[in-house]
């Protein structure tokens, strides 16, 4: 059974750091891409990062390149991801997929297995 689990989230001040970990359970990292998504209050779910089966291709989305890293360790089986000079508006609850799409997929529709979500939120 694919189950993923996230933790790392909590309260911080803008331009401080977090990290997410995204721990993989029942599937190795080489037969499935990883994506990070979040989810503000009243907004669309949106893709804000993801990591191919291989671990050779990333995606960033615009509003947090530069900022965020995606990386795994297959000796984990854990994804992470490093965000960096957080701002208010990165507040949402972030959740980790997986997909056995080959490349960076980007859509939500390409990601059947879900963790449950954990919050971050940013005050200014």
């Known amino acids: 059974e694919v189950q993923l689990v996230e933790s790392g989230g909590g309260v911080v001040q803008a331009g401080e750091s977090l990290q997410l970990s995204c721990a993989a359970s029942g599937f190795t990292f080489k037969s499935y891409a990883i994506g990070w998504f979040r989810q503000a209050p009243g907004k669309e779910r949106e893709g804000v990062s993801c990591i191919s089966k291989s671990g050779s291709e990333t995606f960033y989305a615009d509003s947090v390149k530069g900022r965020f890293t995606i990386s795994y360790d297959n000796a984990e089986n854990t994804v992470y991801l490093q965000m960096s000079n957080l701002k208010p508006e990165d507040t949402a609850i972030y959740s980790c997929?997986?997909?056995?799409?080959?490349?960076?997929?980007?859509?939500?529709?390409?990601?059947?297995?879900w963790g449950q979500g954990t919050q971050v939120t940013v005050s200014s």
């Open positions: 997929a997986a997909s056995s799409t080959t490349g960076t997929p980007i859509s939500r529709y390409a990601y059947p297995y």
